[in-house]
């Protein structure tokens, strides 16, 4: 079964300062993989998708993903956090069987001015 | 852009009544899906629909629920005796056959039970 774990369920930069947000997945088959981030009240946004081409992904707003087979890890990261970045950030994993989803249980960034 | 439409966005309903949530999902999409968000909490799959029946369902999807296309737009999810744990933001999803693994979210339905 596959499964996704996010180290972390908040976490705090200050602006400007990188973001890293961790992502490992579990999956018998070679993984889809997704970013979404959700601002308060509102729904799902796509930030990046992995789906087997290049391993470095990017996404909107500057961030980027890199998929590491060996690590089993999709971490999201951002050079330079703004005030605006912070938000709930999901990943999600699927396979190209189902195209269901599984998602993590969510990181919720604050940036500090 | 195609975008997923949901209604209504948010709902308060008594405990013990039927709600139904409405979804438009992206014209020529195939896939249909269902997921939710207690407050707080991940967002869980639901269940998918495809070719006028449901594909999967996960354990939440019990026999209180239930899901229609009606006609060749709309998407509905029947909460048929609603519980106070069933409120949640429920999001609407679809997928095409040409987008890959990529499916599209609505910006969701709110549901208070009270």
């Known amino acids: 079964a596959q499964s996704v774990t996010q180290l972390g369920s908040h976490v705090s930069v200050s602006e400007g300062a990188l973001v890293l947000l961790r992502c490992n997945y579990s999956s018998s088959v070679p993984p889809y993989l997704f970013w979404y981030v959700q601002y308060p009240n509102q729904g799902l946004q796509l930030l990046l998708k992995y789906t087997s081409a290049a391993t470095l992904v990017k996404g909107i707003n500057g961030f980027e993903a890199e998929f590491k087979k060996s690590e089993t890890s999709f971490h999201l990261t951002k050079p330079s956090a703004h005030m605006s970045d912070a938000a709930e950030y999901f990943c999600a994993v699927s396979d190209s069987g189902t195209y269901k989803y599984i998602f993590g249980t969510g990181t919720r960034l604050k940036v500090l001015a | 852009e195609p975008e997923v439409t949901q209604t209504p966005s948010h709902q308060v309903t008594q405990m013990g009544q039927e709600v139904i949530l409405r979804c438009v999902p992206i014209s020529n999409h195939l896939y249909f899906y269902w997921y939710r968000q207690i407050l707080g909490q991940k967002v869980e799959f639901l269940v998918s629909?495809?070719?006028?029946?449901?594909?999967?369902k996960s354990e939440i999807f019990d026999d209180q629920f239930s899901v229609e296309r009606p006609d060749g737009s709309n998407f509905t999810l029947k909460i048929r005796s609603t519980k106070l744990e069933d409120s949640a933001m429920y999001f609407c999803?679809?997928?095409?056959?040409?987008?890959?693994?990529?499916?599209?979210f609505g910006e969701g339905s709110w549901l208070t039970v009270v």
């Open positions: 629909f495809y070719n006028n029946e449901i594909s999967e």
């Open positions: 999803a679809s997928k095409g056959s040409n987008s890959g693994n990529t499916i599209y």
